[in-house]
């Protein structure tokens, strides 16, 4: 069964913390994602990243920087945690799109989510 | 902008009726659009998917309608289940890898 494992389900962080939060994904996916979600304003993407190494913005990046040094890990740091990064954070994976034709080329698999409060 | 959108965040429909689900979307470049089902503590799951070249496809009790004159997806459940409460979300293909989403509809199941 493909899987997309978030290393932690529930952490809670002080405010000015370095948090890591980390992704790992078992299906040799080229794309991975970061999402944060809140009530009222669904899925927001922080980040996204094409390829090892390779990563963009995506709508709301500040606060937050990523890390893909391996293909099946996408890491999201907050350098210095606040409160209202308060969030549920969600990591999904999927093939390259550019992989034209192939069923399922744009579906994304996410994993079950990592709930951070900073106080 | 860029933006992904739905009409009612919570949706209560009878058990046994039909739901039916809305979504605005207003990139018009975009492709393809796939529809997510996130049940309570789990991340979304995909449900069904339509790209730009077609205006409806079915799978199994499951209906997603592309309207793309007016921007708007719209998914159909038949004979909602007690199984089928959850947050629905749209989501839109930017380019090659950029998907986007909307805020999502909470779906109650009335007995």
């Known amino acids: 069964d493909v899987k997309v494992t978030q290393s932690s389900r529930y952490l809670v962080k002080r405010t000015g913390e370095k948090v890591f939060l980390e992704c790992v994904q078992d299906?040799?996916?080229?794309?991975m994602f970061w999402y944060r979600q809140d009530p009222g304003l669904g899925l927001r993407l922080i980040y996204f990243s094409y390829d090892v190494k390779m990563k963009e913005k995506g709508d709301i990046p500040e606060g937050y920087s990523v890390s893909r040094e391996k293909k099946e890990r996408f890491s999201l740091i907050l350098e210095s945690a606040s409160t209202n990064q308060t969030s549920m954070y969600l990591c999904?994976?999927?093939?390259?799109?550019?992989?034209?034709?192939?069923?399922?080329?744009?579906?994304?698999?996410f994993g079950a989510g990592s709930r951070l409060t900073v106080l | 902008g860029e933006s992904v959108g739905l009409h009612l965040p919570t949706l209560s429909v009878q058990e046994g009726d039909n739901s039916i689900i809305n979504c605005a979307y207003s990139n018009s470049a975009s492709d393809y659009f796939i529809w997510y089902k996130q049940e309570s503590g789990k991340g979304p799951q995909f449900i069904i998917d339509?790209?730009?070249?077609?205006d409806k496809r079915q799978g199994q009790r499951v209906t997603v309608l592309l309207n793309k004159t007016v921007k708007h997806l719209s998914l159909q459940i038949a004979a909602t289940q007690p199984g089928d409460s959850a947050v629905y979300f749209c989501a839109e293909n930017i380019g090659d890898d950029k998907i986007i989403f909307g805020k999502g509809t909470r779906l109650h199941i009335l007995p």
């Open positions: 339509i790209r730009s070249n077609m």
């Open positions: 299906m040799d996916h080229e794309n």
């Open positions: 999904a994976s999927k093939t390259s799109g550019r992989l034209a034709g192939i069923p399922g080329a744009n579906v994304l698999t």
